[in-house]
């Protein structure tokens, strides 16, 4: 198929390789502008557009493309038989939904119609799923709505963070969009409309919900969470009124009697603390502000901490 690819995160580059290894032609690659980014703030090529340089693959970034004339006559001028979209981060116009013969197919990282949104891999960790996947489907107006067309189930290991995951959806989701391509050109897949009641969201993460509150979530809720906001925004609370950033955690067995959550507990070199409904958490890793990380041992021994002191 003549092809225009629609990425701009390190999660599309491997079906972008996929496709062109498949025998696709991608006519062009569209992704988000060059952004800044770190402390210098220098401008740096999405990972997508990376990729498609390397492999001397036509890139365009524009800055939006809903009310883009040009945008818009480029494509035209295409034709393409089918947009892939992968993380591409725009809302797709309906001008450019209509376009190709074979639809928008676009990969989405969750089993639909559950986690539809921006942070499916995340918030699927976040919930304690031990089994999220991948979905293609047919893009339309509404937030990841349209119509199923393959699915693939992927485990999710216990110790598994939401960054370990990104990396295996991406590769299991590659070929699973070479494969959705294929069926719909010989017509061997029918596009299935999702159960909308079944829906659950999966919206953009902000800082915030990396805040841990240990009164209404148990030890386990709290890993899973932590598990989830990796890398960003990642797990904190305050520790006389400095923050204080979790690195590395575990649920604990302690038992203690009258325990309100977030208070800490010192069993030698162990830094554990209470969480709603009598469980407890074990803080292997933590750096407070202005300090290094450090492992709980040797936080202990620099900070002065007694049992009975507040989390949060």
Same mark, same amino acid.
């Given at each position: 198929?003549? #092809?225009?690819?629609?990425?701009?995160?390190?999660?599309?580059?491997?079906?972008?390789?996929?496709?062109?290894?498949?025998?696709?032609?991608?006519?062009?690659?569209?992704?988000?502008?060059?952004?800044?980014?770190?402390?210098?703030?220098?401008?740096?090529?999405?990972?997508? %557009? *990376?990729?498609?340089?390397?492999?001397?693959?036509?890139?365009?970034?524009?800055?939006?493309?809903?009310?883009?004339?040009?945008?818009?006559?480029? #494509?035209?001028?295409?034709?393409?038989?089918?947009?892939?979209?992968?993380?591409?981060?725009?809302?797709?116009?309906?001008?450019? #939904?209509? /376009?190709? @013969?074979?639809?928008?197919?676009?990969?989405?990282?969750?089993?639909?119609?559950?986690?539809?949104?921006?942070?499916?891999?995340?918030?699927?960790?976040?919930?304690?799923?031990?089994?999220?996947?991948?979905?293609?489907?047919?893009?339309?107006?509404?937030?990841?709505?349209?119509?199923?067309?393959?699915?693939?189930?992927?485990?999710?290991?216990?110790?598994?963070?939401?960054?370990?995951?990104?990396?295996?959806?991406?590769?299991?989701?590659?070929?699973?969009?070479?494969?959705? #391509?294929?069926?719909?050109?010989?017509?061997?897949?029918?596009?299935?409309?999702?159960?909308?009641?079944?829906?659950?969201?999966?919206?953009? /993460?902000?800082?915030?919900?990396? @805040?841990?509150?240990?009164?209404?979530?148990?030890?386990?809720?709290?890993?899973?969470?932590?598990?989830?906001?990796?890398?960003?925004?990642?797990?904190?609370?305050?520790?006389?009124?400095? %923050?204080?950033?979790?690195?590395?955690?575990?649920?604990?067995?302690?038992?203690?009697?009258?325990?309100?959550?977030?208070?800490?507990?010192?069993?030698?070199?162990?830094? /554990?603390?209470?969480?709603?409904?009598?469980?407890?958490?074990?803080?292997?890793?933590? *750096?407070?502000?202005?300090?290094?990380?450090?492992?709980?041992?040797?936080?202990? @021994?620099?900070?002065? /901490?007694?049992?009975?002191?507040?989390?949060?």
């Amino acid at each position: 198929m003549k #092809l225009v690819f629609c990425g701009t995160p390190r999660f599309a580059v491997s079906t972008l390789e996929a496709l062109r290894a498949a025998g696709h032609e991608i006519a062009l690659v569209v992704t988000q502008p060059d952004r800044p980014v770190g402390r210098t703030q220098e401008l740096a090529a999405p990972p997508v %557009k *990376q990729a498609a340089l390397t492999a001397g693959l036509p890139v365009t970034q524009p800055e939006k493309i809903r009310n883009n004339a040009e945008f818009r006559a480029q #494509l035209e001028a295409i034709a393409p038989d089918a947009i892939i979209v992968v993380a591409y981060g725009r809302i797709i116009p309906p001008w450019m #939904l209509a /376009l190709p @013969r074979y639809g928008c197919v676009n990969l989405h990282a969750s089993l639909l119609p559950k986690y539809r949104g921006a942070a499916p891999i995340q918030c699927a960790v976040a919930e304690g799923e031990a089994v999220t996947g991948n979905t293609t489907m047919l893009l339309e107006e509404g937030l990841d709505t349209g119509p199923i067309l393959l699915q693939q189930e992927i485990a999710i290991a216990p110790e598994q963070t939401a960054a370990d995951l990104f990396d295996v959806l991406a590769e299991c989701g590659a070929p699973l969009v070479v494969e959705t #391509l294929a069926g719909l050109a010989y017509g061997s897949i029918q596009p299935k409309p999702q159960d909308h009641a079944r829906a659950t969201l999966a919206p953009i /993460l902000e800082r915030e919900q990396g @805040r841990m509150d240990f009164s209404a979530r148990t030890a386990t809720e709290l890993v899973n969470r932590w598990r989830g906001f990796q890398p960003w925004p990642g797990a904190f609370t305050a520790l006389n009124g400095k %923050k204080l950033i979790m690195h590395r955690l575990a649920v604990a067995a302690h038992s203690e009697a009258a325990a309100e959550p977030g208070m800490l507990a010192i069993d030698g070199q162990r830094l /554990l603390v209470a969480c709603a409904k009598g469980t407890w958490l074990e803080l292997l890793e933590v *750096q407070l502000e202005g300090k290094k990380r450090m492992h709980a041992a040797e936080f202990l @021994r620099g900070m002065q /901490l007694r049992s009975g002191a507040r989390l949060g």
